[in-house]
């Protein structure tokens, strides 16, 4: 290129002198800004530079510099952090102890699930038996956030526990969702055998079992029930519960058939093992358990 060696180094070496030097200014400009306008942040101070020194840099640049300077805007006007409100309305009953769950409508669990069909959003809330696995009752929202679905499910719920004469403790487990927390929802199972139970603010993991169900529903309602393509959503979702209930083998019961599961147990097919009322409740994760063990 015609450049000598030493030329080059020479060129290179006055180039970083002078970055070096304007840099200097800049950063003792910046300072003076900001002991003059302290209650003002690097982008302030960019602007500032901008309108009265003719002189153009990045935000990035000036943050840098305040970084470099240990420095910030100040004010009296600190934001105030408060804790979180949390909303446990009903303790957690069964936190990792799902496996103890010993017969028919011991515990009962409930959630919402949503998906779209041809553009249009539905929300169905399904009522589930952990025993065994069992769609006790199931509704679809007439409208997004419609909170008859779910009191309808517990409504129909309450009407199953009384045709079967269950006399022993009914568990119903929930997140925290503003209608599962309501009066009104509450207020149906009062002075009955019912309790209620939830999921700790934010723990989904607190109600693995719906989870999981929810999750295998979806993708077989889209895969193999067509649900995407189907001009009745309703009709669809319907025979696909009788189909969950009475054709599907489930993997947690054995292979079993939730329905066919539940007359095994009432014809005494299938002990009792009474290890639920035996449960120990903590908030330590089942895996944590194991590592520590």
Known sequence: MGVSKSGYYKWLDRCQKGQDTN??????????????????????????????????????????????????????HKAKRRPRKIKDRFPNLIFSTWETVDRPRQVIVSDMTAFTVSDHYYEVTFYFDVFTKEILTWHKGRRRGDREQYIAGLKDVKELLELEDCSEPTIIHSDQGSVYSSKAYNDLIKDTNIQRSMSRAGKPTDNPVNEALNGWIKEELFMDFKLSESTDVEKTIGDYVVYYNKERPCYAIGYDTPEHYYQRYQNGELERKHTFENRILTEVPKFVQKKKS
């Not at 840099?23 to 002991?35: D, F, G, M, N, S």
């Not at 209650?39 to 990035?60: E, L, P, Q």
């Open 23 to 76: 840099r200097k200014e800049v950063i003792e400009l910046v300072a003076y800004i900001h002991t003059e306008h302290r209650t003002h942040g690097y982008r302030w101070v960019n602007a500032f530079i901008r309108i009265h020194y003719h002189k153009t840099f990045s935000d990035n640049y000036i943050y840098r510099i305040f970084r470099y300077l240990g420095i910030q805007a100040e004010t009296t």
